[in-house]
């Protein structure tokens, strides 16, 4: 008892010391953070006419200023807010990525010219689905501008995340970043009630992994009694003897990080929500989640847990067969395309994992370009199945892509190249990754997970290449979809999406270049 | 020593070709088929005037080189060069793409409900398969090589999938996920190779010219070398990973398989002599018995099992598989003799299946595509042109002396009986079997009473004659005269020989005067 109150009164006794924010260092999360308040304050007080425009204006402004202040900062290696956020090489490069997709993101959440009645999102969320209610807002075009308040704050979050360097910012991030998106999630315009069951799956299941993170950061805690990275690495090397206390919380809070980038066995969100949620969301959450929660896993096993890397390797080594081996096994049997997206995004998060596992500069390098890449196509994919539509909406399941590339040549070649690129055949930029990382894990000995991937990456080749074959070798039906016109939005991502995988799998050398110049993380 | 970069030229031209035609309207089916005819035979000039400016007697064995840095960060350079054996090979591509395009000059129709391919397509896609062949052979970095030989796969998977009969989307899945199984295992063992030249040399490479001169310990080579060895026996293939060939030739148009077996497969067969050998000389000598073993399992299964084929085009699927055993055989009794025949042999073979699958395609297209042999009989009578090409393309297929499969196979046989004079003893027998299958082919379908239905087909037309008529002529040609060949190929072997380390066993008295004979040296 009497320990207790020592320790208060400690506290108590220490003088508050105001933490010296270098404003330019953080400028990229601030201007997103400040211009999703501004967005609130959007919503509350422009007539309705006013908001989508004044919206988009200002989502594009900020994410362009973002990005903007992301390269000015190129090549700061240094700690803001006492150690809380570290802006390093590494870090920058994963802003960036995450700025360019939301930008890409944004322009698919603004495509209004697919969907005869509007924009992928529900007029009005909080109408009940199938209810009178619901029948009159679509029938006045009303459009719901509150995903965009949603979607800066999502994009706040996931600055944050790869760049927290304590375990409570790191936290902050991660709900910033999650919340807004279960909020999205269900606010898909058609199929409701697919969508609002997915959000609350993935919010129950999500609120569900942030406990287990939030436990085992308490637990890390109190087994080094530091929340820094920096802190914990120096703790983690010194302590010696009784590591079973640590152990639990390495496990605890890489199944808070697993679950968010889908990895096996806290991937069963993933097809559901892939499934029900808006689409253009879809994309950019595949996109950009992935980026952000791999940026938190890597600097939490690399800078704060790099010395017991010999401890948390054979849990991801498990953990990343299982994902692989899951994913692309069970893709197999997806009847819907975006299910079957969802099961591949989980054996690429695999595939990632084994340049994850490496724990080297090979490795960082490796995970870091691979993700860039898996990040253009997929928002390019989505937007492809954005497009490809019948009466009823998007034409998602499979039996309606067949015949696509008699009806829809282009589009159906360029989605073609797409899955190439996932299914790693060279001249893609799938391809380079897939070499990337595994190059890092067979120069760090780690060949036999590097043969378990290659036997994956076999059997994920066999459903990227049954799209192809649907498309291209049957015969078109009646039930075939057609590819809507989209407007200049849509275009230009898919455009980006793929420019950048055929311009990484042909020259990958610049992107190499950065992310090797970008160095490592900082210590 | 050559400042214009003649070889990216001649793999660029045929991809320019190819886009050319691929943009194309649909609505103008003869211009592409005579814009790509138009490619191919420029390509095959420009192949011309290579193999006239490559110098045979010159010690340097790679020429027209060019190096350019390409992704630095993984030792990555975009490097090509060929000696005799490379160029032996690009030659035999260039000649049989515009006799396959002349050849399916009306096999694609406009989209039915057999096909769902456009006519330009297919010919877009052969002209971008020509690029991609080419730079296979002319590559001289790993992971250039790799590139060419995974991307190869994609546009065959279009033209079986796409244009194919029936069966093809079954066939051109099974061929894709066979070919990348290969694949990937070779591209974990060449980033194994990557990783060890990195720790040999402190700075990992690709380049084939510092990797042939690695002292690579034997028991990595050995696991490095069977990454290598599947993909490349899959490719071949060699008993027992052929069982996606019949399948892909039975499900492809004529000329796809032409292209397929032809050329395709002796990449297989090619990169066991241009990496296996050199790059793990130990790993070669170790594996050599069981390579031998697979070789001539191979001989005799593909030989029987066409022996009982009622299929024609499964039927010379299978005749292949037995031909590949020869190849295999010679590339790793590592004998001068045994890798020069090799070499030649992958040459005859990619005529003779040439001239097999074209003149059966023509017959096939005059009855209803039927593919069975049970359906002709007798086609001698009102077809004897037809007949005649054919009996021709089965007497090379079976090494008739004088054609350039004969020349083939003597030296590959003669390399054999230098090393193991048994293993040449047992492979010659094969060729007793080869003689049967290939005149039973003849004798069924081309003699006795005409079929019902087959007094009518016509013979052959001016153009199909004029696809078949250079491949006969170059057969008797190099037949009666191989010195041009093999005084380019040579010396690639004595490289390839030199390189891992093997010599001639000591010449008995019987063999010696037919040993100089046989090389022309």
Redesign the interface.
């Known amino acids: 008892m009497n320990a207790v109150v020592e320790a208060v009164r400690a506290v108590e006794e220490t003088p508050w010391v105001m933490p010296t924010l270098d404003y330019k260092l953080l400028a990229p999360i601030l201007i997103i953070l400040g211009a999703g308040v501004v967005s609130v304050l959007f919503e509350a007080l422009l007539p309705r006419a006013a908001r989508r425009p004044a919206q988009l204006v200002l989502v594009f402004v900020s994410l362009v200023a973002a990005l903007v202040s992301i390269i000015a900062l190129q090549g700061s290696r240094s700690l803001s807010g006492r150690g809380a956020l570290v802006v390093d090489g590494p870090g920058l490069i994963m802003q960036g990525t995450i700025v360019i997709i939301a930008i890409l993101g944004a322009m698919l959440m603004a495509e209004r010219g697919l969907d005869p009645s509007g924009d992928a999102f529900a007029a009005r969320a909080s109408a009940l689905p199938g209810s009178e209610d619901e029948r009159q807002f679509t029938a006045r075009g009303y459009f719901q501008t509150e995903i965009w308040p949603f979607f800066l704050f999502a994009v706040g979050g996931m600055l944050l995340f790869p760049v927290a360097n304590d375990l409570l910012m790191m936290f902050v991030a991660l709900e910033v970043m999650s919340l807004p998106l279960y909020l999205l999630t269900g606010m898909a315009r058609r199929r409701r009630l697919l969508s609002q069951e997915a959000a609350l799956k993935y919010f129950v299941l999500g609120a569900f992994s942030s406990a287990f993170f939030l436990y085992g950061a308490a637990l890390l805690y109190g087994y080094t009694g530091t929340i820094s990275f920096p802190g914990i690495a120096a703790a983690v090397s010194s302590t010696t003897g009784q590591t079973g206390l640590l152990l639990v919380a390495v496990a605890l809070l890489g199944a808070g990080l697993l679950f968010k980038i889908g990895a096996a066995p806290f991937h069963q969100w993933t097809p559901d929500v892939y499934q029900g949620a808006p689409t253009p969301l879809t994309g950019f959450m595949a996109a950009a989640v992935k980026i952000a929660a791999f940026g938190a896993l890597l600097r939490l096993f690399y800078v704060a847990l790099g010395g017991m890397r010999w401890d948390w390797a054979p849990m991801l080594w498990v953990v990343a067969i299982l994902t692989m081996l899951i994913g692309s096994v069970i893709a197999l049997t997806q009847s819907d395309i975006k299910r079957m997206i969802a099961y591949s995004s989980i054996a690429q998060a695999g595939f990632i994992l084994v340049g994850v596992v490496a724990a080297t500069p090979a490795g960082l390098a490796g995970a870091l370009f691979y993700l860039i890449a898996y990040a253009f196509t997929t928002i390019g994919i989505f937007a492809i199945i954005m497009m490809v539509r019948d009466e009823n909406g998007e034409a998602t399941h499979l039996s309606k892509w067949a015949g696509l590339g008699r009806r829809s040549p282009f589009v159906a070649t360029i989605f073609a190249v797409f899955m190439l690129s996932l299914a790693g055949i060279p001249l893609t930029s799938g391809f380079i990754g897939k070499f990337s990382v595994f190059t890092a894990a067979i120069a760090a000995d780690d060949t036999w997970l590097v043969i378990v991937a290659v036997i994956a990456s076999l059997i994920a080749a066999f459903f990227y290449l049954r799209v192809v074959v649907l498309m291209f070798f049957t015969e078109a039906t009646d039930e075939t979809a057609e590819v809507a016109v989209p407007s200049v939005f849509t275009t230009v991502a898919l455009a980006a999406g793929a420019t950048v995988t055929v311009l990484l799998g042909i020259y990958p050398q610049p992107l190499l270049d950065l992310i090797i110049n970008a160095g490592v993380f900082v210590r | 020593m050559n400042s214009f970069p003649w070889l990216t030229v001649l793999g660029a031209v045929p991809l320019v070709g190819s886009v050319i035609v691929a943009l194309l309207p649909k609505s103008r089916p003869l211009l592409a088929k005579q814009i790509a005819l138009a490619f191919s035979i420029i390509v095959l000039g420009l192949t011309i005037a290579i193999a006239l400016q490559f110098n045979g007697s010159t010690s340097e064995p790679f020429q027209f080189v060019e190096y350019h840095q ?5 030792g990555v350079t975009y490097s090509l060069g060929v000696d005799g054996i490379g160029l032996v090979l690009i030659a035999l591509a260039t000649v049989i793409v515009p006799i396959t395009i002349l050849a399916g000059w009306n096999d694609v129709e406009e ?1 039915n ?1 057999e096909s ?2 456009s006519v330009k397509g297919y010919f877009a896609l052969i002209l971008a398969l020509e690029t991609l062949m080419i730079g296979v052979f002319a590559a001289t970095d790993v992971f250039l090589f ?2 060419f030989f ?2 190869m ?2 546009p065959v ?2 033209m079986i ?2 244009y194919g009969g029936a069966q ?2 079954y066939a ?2 099974k061929f ?2 066979y070919s ?2 290969g694949g ?2 070779m ?2 063992a060449m ?2 190779l ?2 060890v030249s ?1 720790q040999l040399t402190g700075r990992g490479t690709f380049n084939w010219f510092e990797l042939v001169g690695l002292d690579i310990d034997p028991t990595t080579q050995k696991l490095l070398f069977v990454g290598f060895f599947f993909a490349f026996a899959i490719k071949a293939p060699l008993w027992p990973f052929h069982t996606w060939l019949p399948d892909a030739a039975g499900a492809a148009k004529p000329g796809t398989a032409v292209l397929l077996i032809g050329v395709l497969d002796k990449v297989g067969t090619f990169g066991m002599i241009r990496y296996c050998l050199p790059i793990f000389p130990a790993a070669s000598e170790y594996y050599a018995p069981i390579i031998i073993a697979m070789a001539v399992i191979g001989i005799f299964y593909g030989a029987f099992v066409a022996l009982g084929q009622n299929d024609l085009k499964r039927l010379f699927a299978y005749s292949s598989m037995s031909h590949f055993g020869f190849i295999a055989l010679g590339i790793f009794v590592f004998t001068t003799i045994g890798q020069s025949g090799s070499v030649v042999y992958m040459l005859a073979h990619g005529l003779s299946t040439a001239a097999l699958f074209l003149t059966a395609g023509f017959l096939m297209q005059r009855h209803r595509g039927s593919s069975l042999l049970s359906d002709y009989s007798g086609v001698n009578k009102p077809a004897p042109v037809l007949a005649g090409f054919f009996l021709f393309a089965a007497l090379s297929s079976l090494a008739l002396p004088g054609l350039v499969s004969f020349v083939g196979e003597f030296m590959v046989l003669l390399g054999t009986f230098q090393r193991y004079i048994w293993i040449g003893a047992l492979a010659t027998l094969g060729i007793v079997i080869t003689a049967a299958y290939v005149l039973r082919v003849y004798q069924k379908s081309m003699t006795g009473p005409v079929g019902s239905g087959l007094d009518a087909i016509k013979d052959l037309r001016g153009r199909e004659i004029t696809a078949l008529v250079p491949i006969v002529v170059l057969s008797i040609f190099l037949g009666l005269y191989p010195a041009p060949v093999l005084n380019v190929v040579n010396p690639a072997v004595d490289t390839v020989m030199s390189v891992i380390g093997a010599t001639d066993p000591a010449p008995t008295v019987g063999s010696t005067s037919i040993t100089s004979e046989g090389t022309q040296q």
């Open positions: 390409w992704i630095p960060a993984f989209p409900a769902v391919g790799y590139v995974e991307a796969l994609i998977y279009f999938g796409r093809r989307s051109a899945m894709l996920l990348l199984l990937l295992f591209l974990a980033i194994g990557f990783v990195g």
